[in-house]
């Protein structure tokens, strides 16, 4: 079975969601970025989501858009976050999913990248900016290094869509809580519970949301429905206010650490 | 060459649809609409009677006697797209499209807008159809571009300064991809070139594609049969895909498309995406060659015209490239600025600085041809948005 896969059944069996937070590699450099993962994981996170800055991220709100340019400011590539990423595992025992923009990819060569990527212990892979119909063109390398390709779905998809995704689709599968760019919002959308369950219908895999959850509340409301839990911008942030400084790590996982315990599901 | 692009948006190895999930829905009603229009007699015959009355086409094909004179040569003639409605081409998409959210039942349109002229031929098509509208410029444009943010707001249009990245149409394309991810359901986004996720290369080709028609037309007309060359200005490359699409089927016809030399050849010092600095990579929504560094980071580009200063273009150019159909060549800002002064001097005619290095290429071509020979330069824009920004830089090089 796939780490991911391992992460996800793990929490089942303890009767929560996954925790899966997710950082912008490389903000605010890429050594913090392993004392980051560190910190999360103590915090009780299941599953690293780590960002792969990029100079054009469309499907990203004004956070995570502030995070990728302090990154690259700071010198992180994507050969360096998958150098951090080798570290990561090394260190920790949480499944990684690189997030990233198609064209640091493509620069790369999905071949090398490919390889690269799983010699580093990353388990999944998930494009922002790649649906179904592209996925040809990465997804066999992909499978061939072992790993799982993470697909998005979102309350736009059609039935039909979400079967595509879940087909082509490992580890699990992504569901977009509203429609929209990354960042926190107040209130979640009105019909998650309903997204979810079609999300559901269409995939055997665990369905982790995301987008827009940002306070142990919202978490527990999701984790009342769905396997897995993301947060994202909120964590984001908590590193923008902090900076560069020896507290960052320790910070974070105080942050951190309601946001997994609200992943636990009461009674 | 066969009809494309083919069923899933590309041009051969180029184009496609690389967007967020949310988007993939939207666009695939968008491509049916768009389909269905195209073939609906009352869609086209409505924005026919719009193009012909309300932007003035056709647009005149006028000889330019003394920039032949001057030049020597091939005789020039200009496809004088700067006298529509508006002041560019930018115009016949954006009615086209706007006409169609209408269809569509979307009550608000965004657009995103470099140089000015795609966001106020889409202000001005949203206020003709009542539509609310929201155009997306990057700050540095903003201020290049002064007189076309006053033009938007006066017909009604929200205009958003985009501070992010490096401040110009990239960003605003940016900016705009968000907004419509966020309000797809209720919200139209008129792209002004041939860019992006398929269908839109497809569908604003198609709506630019009446200034060849028109031209071929005219040029039989007159009984000179076909021209030997058509010159255009390429950005995003939605007026030289405009001009070319009709003429691609005749080889005989050289077909140049002008990138911006910018101040020169290094890393972000213009916009040249075929001069060998560019990689192919996924921008916006398609693939195609871009302007970045060996990490996969767009890299910042730079030219005296704002509407050609952006690092990737559209995926029916890199075809044509491919396929040897078109040439692509680079004229810099010096160069631009000069041909800006010889229109102007020889024809009364001032060029928007984009349409400048079209006839910059236009006059070098000329000058190695016969003058039994004729080259077409699609003159895609008037410069009056440019005055300031050329006053500017001449005093300042004083």
New interface residues.
């Given amino acids: 079975m796939s780490r991911l896969r391992g992460a996800f059944r793990s929490a089942a069996r303890q009767d929560r969601a996954a925790f899966v937070p997710y950082i912008t590699a490389g903000d605010p450099t890429l050594e913090a970025t392993l004392g980051l993962a560190l910190a999360l994981e103590r915090a009780g996170a299941d599953v690293l989501e780590l960002g792969v800055p ?8 004004p956070t995570n ?1 502030r995070a990728a ?1 302090r990154a ?1 400011a700071a010198g992180a ?3 360096g976050v998958l150098e951090i990423a080798a570290e990561i595992r090394r260190r920790t025992s949480l499944a990684l999913v690189l997030f990233t ?8 060569g999905i071949e090398s990248f490919a390889e690269r990527a799983a010699s580093a212990g990353v388990d999944g892979v998930l494009f ?4 179904a ?2 996925m040809p063109r990465f997804r066999p390398a992909l499978r061939r290094a072992g790993l799982d390709p993470v ?8 039935a039909e ?1 979400m079967r595509a ?1 879940a087909r082509i689709g490992g580890g699990f599968l992504y569901l ?1 809580s509203r ?3 990354t960042g926190a919002a107040r209130e979640l959308d009105r019909e998650l519970a309903a997204n979810v369950e079609t999300a559901r219908r269409a995939s055997k895999l665990p369905v982790a949301v995301g987008f827009g959850i940002s306070t142990p509340d919202q978490v527990a409301a999701v984790a009342a429905l769905a396997d897995g839990v993301v947060v994202g911008s909120a964590i984001v942030n908590v590193i923008a206010g902090e900076g560069d400084t020896d507290e960052l790590p320790g910070v974070v996982e105080r942050f951190a650490a309601p946001l997994a315990q609200a992943c636990r599901r009461r009674p | 060459m066969k009809k494309l692009p083919d069923r899933r948006g590309y041009f051969g190895d180029w184009g496609g649809a690389f967007v967020p999930e949310t988007l993939m829905g939207p666009l695939g009603e968008l491509e049916s609409s768009y389909r269905r229009a195209s073939r609906d007699r009352g869609f086209r015959t409505r924005l026919g009677l719009l193009l012909e009355r309300y932007v003035g086409r056709p647009t005149p094909l006028f000889e330019a006697r003394r920039l032949t004179a001057r030049v020597g040569g091939a005789r020039l003639w200009l496809k004088r797209e700067d006298l529509c409605h508006t002041g560019a081409h930018k115009i016949n998409n954006a009615l086209g499209q706007a006409l169609l959210a209408r269809e569509m039942g979307k009550a608000r349109v965004i657009a995103e807008t470099g140089a000015g002229q795609h966001g106020v031929a889409t202000a001005t098509a949203a206020a003709l159809l009542g539509l609310e509208c929201t155009v997306y410029m990057g700050a540095e444009d903003i201020r290049r571009q002064r007189p076309n943010v006053v033009r938007m707001r006066l017909m009604g249009a929200e205009v958003v300064a985009v501070e992010g990245g490096s401040r110009t149409l990239k960003d605003a394309i940016n900016e705009a991809l968000r907004d419509w991810v966020t309000n797809v359901r209720t919200t139209h986004y008129v792209l002004g070139s041939v860019l992006g996720p398929h269908p839109y290369p497809m569908m604003v080709r198609d709506f630019q594609a009446v200034i060849g028609r028109e031209a071929i037309a005219q040029f039989r007309r007159i009984g000179r049969g076909l021209p030997e060359a058509v010159v255009a200005c390429v950005g995003g490359g939605s007026n030289a895909a405009g001009i070319f699409t009709a003429f691609v089927r005749y080889p005989r016809v050289r077909l140049v498309g002008v990138e911006a030399g910018g101040r020169g050849p290094g890393p972000g010092d213009h916009a040249a995406r075929f001069a060998g600095g560019a990689a192919p990579g996924v921008l916006h929504g398609t693939r195609t060659m871009i302007l970045q560094d060996a990490d996969g980071q767009v890299e910042p580009t730079h030219s005296v015209s704002a509407g050609l200063d952006y690092p990737a273009v559209g995926p029916e150019h890199a075809n044509w490239r491919d396929h040897g159909r078109v040439s692509y060549t680079t004229v810099d800002d010096g160069a631009a600025l000069e041909a800006f002064h010889l229109l102007a001097e020889t024809e009364g005619i001032i060029p928007a600085l984009e349409s400048a290095h079209a006839i910059a290429e236009a006059a070098r071509l000329a000058s190695g041809m016969g003058p039994g020979e004729s080259v077409v330069v699609n003159l895609s824009g008037r410069g009056d948005k440019d005055l300031d920004e050329v006053v500017r830089l001449e005093e300042g090089s004083r």
């Fill in positions: 990029f100079s054009d991220p469309i499907a990203d709100g858009q340019e690259l590539t994507l050969a923009y198609a064209n640091p990819v493509v620069r790369l922002t900016d790649v649906p119909e592209e697909m998005l779905v979102t309350p736009t998809s059609s869509r995704a977009v429609t929209g760019v």
